[in-house]
């Protein structure tokens, strides 16, 4: 009997561990900086991006890129907010297809195209992107955002 | 059914039924459900553990990850199968080890073994889908049966 108890105990303490909010959220939303120092590859269209969607609550990571004809963003939601993902990948798309009508918006929630973009987002503020690179990135970045299978 | 065969019983059969029954041991219900929610949990974290280090170590995305996941853990449970390991994992978290995609792995393995003594073509060729094979034909058919109400909801319904 005292042997279920533990075991009813336990369990409940597990399940319920999962019901906690979490702290660590607002601390790293803006974790670059504005980079506009680059004069080769304006990224001002991303800095707006990311001021933009740090207005959202769900929102906890993000990374924009831009070239002349495209800005791929991608982000990292609230654990619980996962669930209603579809819809707001849908209006965050929407919001930045409004934003930057002259650019192609491509807007993820997807892990991988978080770390693409953090990487090419390192290699920008390091200056080692000439315009066709960057271009060339972005493409394979949205090339394997489309992929399905 | 099983109320139908009881009352044709004879009554001292009857009376035997109602005594096995009293003194038969209960299913431990709750601590069954405890070890298949963990174990199963714990299949799945495994799983999610594979599919991270593919997202960051490959080029595949979230979406994509997905294959080579389960192909990895039905190629891990195959050999956990042959090795005789996964029936002990099966043997204590029941329904936690056959629900997730490595209890599909197991099925096919462990009927393959079973049958290898009849030959490789009637035995082990025969008989490796015997238990995967209801889980493909309600597989597909309950799949479809849900595509077919979402068809009809979403054309009808004016969602």
Redo the contacts between chains.
């Keep these: 009997m005292d042997r279920?108890k533990t075991?009813?105990t336990v369990?409940l303490f597990f399940l319920l561990l999962g019901c906690g909010t979490d702290s660590t959220i607002e601390k790293n939303k803006q974790d670059t900086p504005i980079n506009v120092s680059n004069k080769q590859l304006n990224q001002q269209p991303s800095t707006r991006a990311k001021d933009i969607l740090n207005n959202h609550k769900e929102i906890t990571e993000i990374k924009a890129v831009n070239n002349s004809k495209k800005i791929v963003a991608a982000v990292k939601v609230k654990h619980r907010e996962r669930f209603t993902l579809k819809s707001l990948k849908k209006k965050i798309t929407k919001e930045l297809e409004d934003e930057f009508p002259k650019l192609d918006v491509e807007f993820s929630t997807?892990?991988?195209?978080f770390?693409e973009l953090k990487k090419l987002e390192e290699k920008i503020q390091s200056e080692q992107l000439t315009e066709k690179e960057l271009s060339d990135e972005l493409e394979q970045i949205i090339k394997?955002?489309k992929?399905?299978? | 059914m099983a109320d139908k065969k009881k009352k044709n019983l004879p009554p001292n059969a009857q009376e035997y039924q109602a005594f096995q029954q009293q003194r038969e041991v209960k299913r431990p219900l709750l601590k069954n459900c405890l070890k298949a929610f963990l174990v199963g949990g714990f299949i799945c974290l495994i799983g999610q553990l594979i599919s991270t280090f593919y997202i960051y170590n490959f080029n595949f995305t979230e979406q994509t990850a997905g294959n080579p996941t389960s192909a990895t853990l039905i190629f891990f449970t195959m050999l956990l199968t042959g090795f005789g390991v996964y029936d002990r994992i099966g043997q204590f978290g029941g329904a936690g080890s056959a629900v997730p995609v490595t209890g599909f792995g197991n099925a096919v393995i462990s009927a393959a073994i079973e049958h290898k003594t009849e030959g490789f073509i009637l035995g082990v060729g025969g008989n490796i889908f015997k238990l995967a094979g209801p889980v493909i034909v309600y597989g597909v058919f309950s799949a479809f049966i849900v595509a077919l109400i979402k068809t009809i909801i979403i054309g009808w319904g004016g969602f």
């Design positions: 279920k075991i009813i369990s997807d892990q991988k195209i770390l394997l955002s992929e399905q299978t």
